[in-house]
């Protein structure tokens, strides 16, 4: 999954704002990607990256999933048919970029980093699609800072059975109590549902591109006991 942290999302991020536009560079090869999957992007990053077989030229195409298909969003508001879709034409778009771009055009919007080619167009490509509300709802969740997730925490009415929340970036949060027996006793009370209510409530003053949904704010519930047990204290352990 792509993360906000990639530097294209700013790219699509300053589109999405008005203060920037598409390069020409891109103009024909967003034309006919709009006529093949209806949404046009919104940024196109490209990264020069050194692999084992040599130079390998990467274009992320930056498109909205809610401009894409809407019509295949099914009856329950997901998005099946829309990723059904996406993932029968994926197959396509390494073919689409090297037809309707320019490698003399598109040069100097390449993040290099120290890789330095002569003919771009020789190298093999390799492209993606980023769902930009994806990432834009990673980003809301990185706003939401420690200092706020504590005070958020502290409102919930636990008292000491609190110890901590916190949440892996770009992630909601979980809430961690102290014995594995109240996280227990937590998911089978309907708190969590009031959580990820109320965190939306909270999060959504960081949505700057009204991206997030109710259903991207679950929010989980652990314990100090198993973190201890399970996962010897260990962030790296838990996290991956």
Not at 149 to 164: F, M, N, P, T, V
Not at 207 to 225: N, T
């Amino acid at each position: 999954m792509i993360s906000h942290l990639n530097p294209g999302f700013e790219l699509a991020c300053s589109v999405k704002r008005g203060d920037s536009t598409l390069p020409a560079a891109f103009t024909t090869f967003a034309t006919v990607f709009e006529r093949e999957f209806v949404a046009r992007p919104l940024a196109v990053d490209l990264e020069l990256l050194l692999t084992g077989r040599g130079p390998l030229l990467v274009a992320r195409v930056w498109i909205e999933r809610e401009a894409a298909i809407p019509h295949l969003r099914g009856p329950d508001g997901r998005y099946d048919g829309y990723v059904d879709f996406m993932e029968r034409r994926r197959h396509e778009l390494p073919r689409m970029f090297a037809q309707h771009t320019d490698a003399t055009a598109f040069a100097p919007y390449v993040r290099r980093k120290g890789v330095e080619v002569e003919d771009l167009a020789q190298l093999p490509q390799s492209v993606y699609l980023c769902e930009f509300e994806v990432a834009a709802i990673q980003a809301v969740h990185d706003a939401v800072g420690v200092e706020t997730l504590r005070s958020w925490g502290a409102s919930l009415g636990l008292g000491d059975d609190l110890w901590l929340v916190t949440s892996m970036g770009g992630a909601p949060p979980v809430v961690f109590v102290q014995t594995a027996a109240q996280a227990t006793q937590l998911r089978s009370s309907g708190a969590l549902v009031q959580w990820r209510d109320a965190y939306f409530a909270l999060a959504s003053a960081y949505d700057e591109f009204h991206c997030l949904e109710v259903g991207s704010c679950a929010v989980r519930v652990d314990s100090r006991e198993t973190f201890e047990t399970l996962y010897g204290s260990s962030w790296y352990q838990y996290w991956h």
